[in-house]
């Protein structure tokens, strides 16, 4: 069964970091790239991330480059998104990605909030 979990959202300050985790379980998390998501309210979720099974090849949404990375441990099965000089329009339901199955395994999602 396809697990993932994420953590470390919070209240973010602008200009601020946060660093968002994501455990993976329940699948081969070395061979399958991996993305993380977010969605704010009233907005379609949107790809931000994403990270090869090797993490050799990462791409970023316009909008976040320069100030998030998104990295990957496979002896760990972690992903994570270290997010950086927070903008007022990060705000957003975060979630981690595995594209397994037709619609691809979600997360809870994680709530980051950034403050005015």
């Known amino acids: 069964q396809v697990r993932l979990v994420e953590s470390g959202g919070g209240l973010g300050q602008p200009g601020g970091s946060l660093r968002l985790s994501c455990a993976a379980s329940?699948?081969?998390?070395?061979?399958?790239?991996m993305s993380w998501y977010r969605q704010a309210p009233g907005k379609e979720r949107e790809l931000v991330a994403y990270?090869?099974?090797?993490?050799?090849?990462?791409n970023y949404v316009t909008s976040i480059k320069g100030r998030f990375t998104i990295a990957r441990d496979n002896a760990k099965n972690m992903v994570s998104l270290q997010m950086n000089s927070l903008h007022p329009e990060d705000p957003a339901v975060y979630y981690c990605?595995?594209?397994?199955?037709?619609?691809?395994?979600w997360g809870q999602g994680t709530q980051v909030p950034v403050s005015s």
């Open positions: 990270i090869s099974s090797t993490g050799a090849i990462t």
């Open positions: 329940g699948f081969t998390f070395s061979s399958r790239a």
């Open positions: 990605n595995a594209p397994i199955g037709l619609t691809g395994s």
